[in-house]
């Protein structure tokens, strides 16, 4: 019998024996997993061990690591090839364990084949998508909130096609030629019913259910969608990083999120791409799960008279600043 040759009595190999478990086909056509946050990471450790403690399994002279450190992804050594044969039943009944909670706390990366195969009993892949995009807002909340609080004059936006300062006045400057010229009045953030301007923004609500209820508010003539809202204020605004935090956590609820997954944008930089989608629009959104900077946002409209229109653009960097220039 040679390395690869294992083949056990019941005909199974080992690595066919590996992936004989409840949701291996699943979890292969979900692709990698991402990087857990710590709190998603003790969600999925208590999820195992309290099913470890309850089927009364036990592991004896083995070692499994769970890491981040390396390429994207979660690391798992498993048992040594010893569990095979009489112990295989135990260590299968982990693995699909330890598989349904990965799941379950949204750790896991769909392909965006564009496909959505119907589930059995839980659901669709696309119910499953929606759920891991609302676990990684939810993180992402977290990052923005740990994030230092600053202040300044303006509100400094610098993209791949020019910076713009917005005065806490909301005077509107654009640079050009290394010259500032002015542009007038920015027009007030929307936020559902409300227009607000620098200083309604610093008395807007940070609590993310309420959030969520002003961006599910019935649509005003020419208001922007609920996720173009959200966006526009973790960029174009001075949200401070509570805010930030309550609007990502909001944009969870939002129905029609789903998590695409990493990508890069269009300077290389990594991030992971999110999406929203309504009847006319369509709304792509590349988070830094690091900062939880937003890097790209594309907007493209999919119905009605502006059919095919899109809007891009590549945050290099936003921020507070005292001068212009």
């Not at 119907?118 to 676990?135: L, Q």
Request: glycine residues 12%.
């Amino acid at each position: 019998m040679t390395t690869y040759d294992d083949t056990e009595a019941n005909g199974m190999n080992e690595r066919g024996a590996l992936l004989d478990f409840p949701g291996a086909d699943e979890l292969a056509a979900a692709g990698h997993v991402e990087p857990l946050s710590e709190r998603a990471l003790a969600r999925v450790l208590a999820e195992v061990e309290a099913a470890v403690a309850t089927e009364g399994a036990t592991v004896t002279g083995t070692r499994a690591d769970v890491t981040t450190k390396a390429a994207p992804g979660v690391v798992v050594a498993m048992p040594e090839r010893r569990l095979l044969g009489r112990q295989f039943g135990r260590r299968r009944v982990l693995i699909g364990l330890l598989t349904t909670a990965a799941v379950a706390t949204g750790v896991v990366t769909y392909a965006n084949n564009g496909t959505t195969s119907a589930g059995t009993g839980t659901g669709t892949h696309s119910e499953a998508r929606a759920n891991t995009a609302t676990v990684f807002l939810d993180d992402i909340s977290t990052v923005a909130a740990s994030q230092s609080v600053s202040s300044g004059k303006y509100w400094k936006t610098r993209t791949t096609v020019g910076t713009t300062y917005i005065s806490q006045s909301m005077d509107y400057y654009v640079i050009n030629g290394g010259k500032a010229y002015r542009k007038g009045l920015r027009p007030d953030w929307q936020v559902g019913p409300k227009d607000l301007d620098w200083k309604g923004l610093e008395q807007l609500t940070t609590d993310s259910g309420k959030l969520l209820g002003l961006l599910q508010s019935p649509p005003r003539p020419k208001s922007i969608s609920p996720f173009d809202q959200a966006v526009t204020l973790l960029t174009d605004s001075p949200a401070s990083p509570k805010l930030r935090a309550g609007v990502f956590k909001a944009m969870g609820g939002l129905k029609g999120v789903k998590l695409l997954g990493q990508v890069k944008d269009s300077t290389g930089r990594g991030g992971t791409e999110v999406e929203f989608a309504e009847a006319k629009s369509l709304g792509q959104v590349i988070v830094d799960p690091k900062t939880s900077a937003i890097l790209e946002y594309t907007f493209t409209w999919t119905a009605g008279p502006s059919k095919g229109k899109v809007t891009h653009q590549t945050f290099l960097s936003t921020g507070f600043s005292d001068k212009i220039g």
